[in-house]
């Protein structure tokens, strides 16, 4: 059995080197966290500030304040490992040291009775190992819920749905800068393949796609745009935003001969009650369909919605006096779903996914 007197000295060396730990590990913390959320907010503030300037070409500099941030974010391989290695040998010489101890005083014969006095070992390694994880999440806080409150990845910043429901952001200019255009290419003689192209890649948004010529709607689509990018080659680092990006909204199987075409396209960000329209003239040339002049882009306040359960858009009112928005549903579901249908023909979930050309 142990002795009760020399255990004292156990529990107190136990909790004399948590606090020691614990006193380090809080101020390592809060240093990290402070010089880092005040660098990253002074990012986020040049881009709010971007946001405002809607007669200037502001997609590069968005595209670099995202890269500056993303550098501020993530700390380099080497310095992370070394202070977590430090961390393991703390934690290594505690465990041999309070085990060496208990050693010493423990007094035969052994009893099952003398493992109760083993778990405040146990409780402490536990609570060390947790802060070992907090460091490590501090230092790279990729993918941690802990942190994203107010350490946001840098994805985020290209996320409508963030930046309308957190930032005070005109995201109707934002969502002008990404530029995005429908274009249509022609597969095959009776196939037809519409694209949305964007210059800055923005996403998480609810979307509604309407194209249309002189005889009606030929074709419309909804959904949720969510793009995924691919880790960069050489450092192997998540990449968050890239250039020329595009996605896939359906396939027209028919010939096409149209006449004065348009294009509609509502965006539906979170935080407003009235989606964006972007209005697009066509022209062909070749084997594709493309916009030659600016979009006109405006609020449909014909058009009220609001979010529920599971991210799904639920449209509450739909008062619009032309047939532009005459087929859009009631609900849009959201990861990343994308559906289509021709005029009369059946609707279609779009496989294919959002890719760079």
């Not at 968005?62 to 703390?90: D, G, R, S």
Request: proline residues 7%.
């Amino acid at each position: 059995m142990f002795e009760l007197n020399s255990y004292f000295f156990i529990l107190l060396n136990i909790t004399s080197g948590l606090l020691s730990l614990l006193g380090a590990v809080g101020i390592f913390i809060s240093l990290i966290i402070q010089r880092r959320v005040s660098r990253l907010q002074d990012i986020i503030e040049e881009i709010l500030d971007l946001s405002y300037e809607e007669s200037a070409n502001t997609t590069v500099k968005i595209q670099n304040l995202i890269y500056k941030y993303q550098m501020q974010y993530i700390f380099p391989a080497k310095p992370i490992k070394t202070v977590i290695h430090y961390i393991n040998i703390n934690i290594a010489f505690q465990l041999l040291f309070w085990s060496w101890l208990l050693y010493l005083i423990f007094r035969g014969p052994f009893n099952w009775v003398s493992l109760i006095y083993l778990w405040p070992l146990f409780a402490m390694l536990f609570v060390m190992l947790f802060y070992r994880k907090l460091i490590k999440c501090t230092l790279n806080p990729v993918d941690n819920r802990l942190f994203n409150s107010f350490i946001p990845p840098p994805r985020y910043l290209r996320s409508i749905a963030f930046l309308s429901s957190y930032v005070n952001v005109a995201v109707k200019t934002i969502m002008q800068q990404a530029r995005p255009t429908p274009v249509l290419r022609q597969k095959s003689p009776d196939s037809w393949e519409v694209l949305l192209k964007e210059e800055l890649p923005l996403d998480d948004y609810h979307y509604y796609f309407v194209l249309k010529d002189r005889s009606g709607i030929l074709f419309d689509a909804y959904g949720h745009v969510l793009i995924e990018l691919d880790q960069d080659p050489i450092t192997g680092k998540p990449r968050p935003t890239a250039r020329n990006l595009n996605i896939p909204l359906g396939i027209i199987e028919k010939k096409l001969q149209l006449i004065q075409p348009q294009a509609y396209f509502f965006v539906f960000p979170k935080g407003e009650k009235n989606p964006i329209t972007f209005t697009y003239l066509l022209e062909k040339i070749d084997t594709v369909y493309f916009v030659p002049t600016t979009p006109e882009v405006s609020t449909n306040h014909f058009i009220t919605y609001h979010f529920c359960r599971e991210n799904t858009l639920q449209i509450l009112t739909n008062e619009a006096t032309d047939d532009i928005a005459k087929f859009l549903p009631e609900k849009i579901p959201a990861h990343g779903m994308r559906r289509y249908q021709e005029q009369g023909g059946q609707e279609q979930v779009i496989e294919s996914k959002p890719y760079i050309d």
